[in-house]
């Protein structure tokens, strides 16, 4: 690590330390877990969670003015994580990292669709659901959110901040054709979802809340850590966070066909052109959702990609093309 970057991590710990001081009020002998969404490879539970000193609120409410919604938003990164800490789920152990995450490793049985993990740790107790693909998919889907499920406005910095922080539950705009979609693509459950984000894991609440107002599917989700511990500066970059989970995915679902979902505003073309041609054969269908600045020749370059491994792709402002290419792939459960 250089020295100039060690000065910049050092002194974005002391932010991020400041912050939790002037937010968070919550008992630091009193652990929580905090359960997420988990997923299943041939031959894991893939169990995830976080490890929390009582946490410093409870979930936003909504309704109330920009500023209460920015207040309650930082609030969401007033959290204190505890490494170091081991949990269990039966006799699988796991301990949690500098930033508190953890993952646990359970051995499959015969179960399919939603299963709850109990994890524990000294008095602490929580229920980690974890999805098992059903034996009838057909496909998978792996989705990004900002701009692909919901406005943010991603593709620009200072718009997504304002949208991000100033934004409640209530507010939050999901695209009414994208819930379309997905229902259509999850087929009641058939059909495994997975979303994928570069947003903070500090939203993973706020946004299963903001799914399920808009009757999106439960799904686990891929989002990132943005902690700054003794040596780590943030995280990977976008495109190599998102192209690591849909690698990931892949791996665990390895006879599913896969049908990646993004937008213009932040390379999920080049991402998934790339992932394309990892995995030859695996991507049924590439969905893009343009931004206001619509397609830019790097966009048209990973189409044309696409197109050279045989993968489709629907370009549009809006999902009316991608729900009509999509039905016939999508059959009725027999």
Not at 48 to 56: N, Q, T, V
Not at 159 to 187: C, I, K, P, Q, Y
């Amino acid at each position: 690590m250089t020295g100039i970057k060690r000065l910049v991590l050092r002194a974005a710990a002391a932010v991020e330390r400041a912050v939790e001081g002037v937010f968070f009020r919550g008992d630091l002998t009193r652990l929580v877990i905090e359960p997420y969404h988990g997923y299943a490879t041939p031959e894991h539970l893939i169990a995830r969670g976080r490890i929390l000193a009582l946490r410093a609120s409870e979930r936003a409410p909504g309704g109330g003015s920009r500023l209460a919604n920015a207040r309650q938003m930082l609030r969401l990164f007033a959290t204190h994580e505890v490494a170091d800490v081991t949990v269990s789920a039966g006799d699988v152990t796991a301990v949690s990292d500098a930033e508190g995450y953890f993952t646990l490793l359970l051995p499959r049985d015969g179960r399919t669709g939603w299963i709850d993990v109990t994890v524990s740790t000294g008095d602490a107790t929580a229920t980690c659901p974890v999805l098992v693909a059903d034996p009838a998919a057909q496909l998978m889907v792996v989705s990004d959110i900002d701009d692909t499920m919901m406005r943010t406005g991603a593709y620009s910095t200072l718009r997504n901040l304002w949208t991000s922080f100033t934004g409640s539950v209530e507010s939050r705009e999901v695209f009414g054709d994208g819930v379309e979609l997905m229902r259509m693509l999850h087929a009641d459950g058939r059909n495994p979802v997975y979303f994928v984000s570069s947003s903070p894991w500090n939203f993973h609440d706020f946004l299963d809340d903001v799914f399920a107002r808009a009757g999106l599917p439960v799904a686990p989700k891929f989002l990132k850590d943005y902690g700054f511990g003794k040596d780590q500066f943030i995280t990977a970059s976008h495109g190599s966070h998102k192209g690591d989970a849909v690698d990931r995915l892949m791996a665990a679902n390895p006879d599913l066909p896969v049908v990646l979902i993004g937008d213009t505003g932040q390379h999920d073309a080049h991402i998934y052109a790339d992932a394309a041609i990892r995995h030859p054969g695996r991507v049924l269908h590439v969905v893009l959702r343009t931004t206001v600045d619509g397609l830019d020749t790097d966009d048209r370059l990973q189409i044309e990609r696409l197109g050279a491994v045989n993968v489709p792709v629907s370009v549009s402002t809006d999902y009316r093309d991608a729900l009509a290419r999509l039905a016939v792939a999508v059959r009725p459960a027999a």
